[in-house]
């Protein structure tokens, strides 16, 4: 499953609700990150359930041109979202769109860096075996190889996110 800090292993659940009278209709889990080749098998399984009248939704993950030629096919009424719909509707135009603030661990935008950290001389690094102490007390491990940048030999050392998430020199 792709997400913004890259692929990671997980499901997709998808749940088919009836708006009217507020049932779900149908749940199911899936192995793929990809909603729209889960579109027809969820169709597939509601099949039964439809009317004459019924209107699916589905919001513009579902979209796709295989999905609504499908869906013209089978001769039932769809609204699927594009990717580019609030950029030609007009009600969008005066919208304010909501904004998530980043992950204070994930944002590596200039505000979301430090401005005050903590100097080389507080971590304890020992040379001859390679080794780093931040200055928590926490034993940091060694990321890579030692590295030439700008004329001197680099190494990286990375703490543990549960070492330091609950820091309380983290702030």
Same mark, same amino acid.
């Given at each position: 499953m792709a997400t913004s800090k890259g692929v990671i292993q997980g499901y997709t659940g998808v749940a088919t609700v009836d708006t009217n009278h507020q049932v779900i209709l149908d749940a199911q889990a899936y192995g793929t990150g990809s909603e729209a080749e889960l579109l027809l098998p969820v169709v597939a399984a509601i099949k039964s359930q439809l009317r004459d009248d019924t209107v699916l939704t589905a919001d513009a993950g579902y979209h796709s041109d295989a999905n609504l030629e499908a869906l013209a096919k089978q001769e039932i009424s769809a609204l699927i979202a594009d990717q580019q719909m609030q950029k030609r509707d007009p009600r969008f @135009?005066? #919208? /304010?769109? #909501? #904004? /998530? &603030? $980043?992950? $204070?661990?994930?944002?590596?935008? @200039?505000?979301?860096? &430090?401005? &005050?950290?903590? @100097? $080389?001389s507080a971590f304890t690094y020992d040379a001859i075996a390679s080794t780093c102490v931040c200055p928590a007390g926490k034993a940091l491990h060694r990321k890579g190889q030692s590295r030439i940048v700008n004329g001197y030999v680099t190494e990286q050392f990375r703490g543990a996110k549960g070492d330091c998430g609950p820091c309380a020199l983290r702030a």
């Open positions: @135009a005066t #919208q /304010v769109r #909501q #904004q /998530v &603030a $980043p992950h $204070p661990l994930h944002n590596k935008t @200039a505000e979301g860096r &430090a401005t &005050a950290g903590f @100097a $080389p």
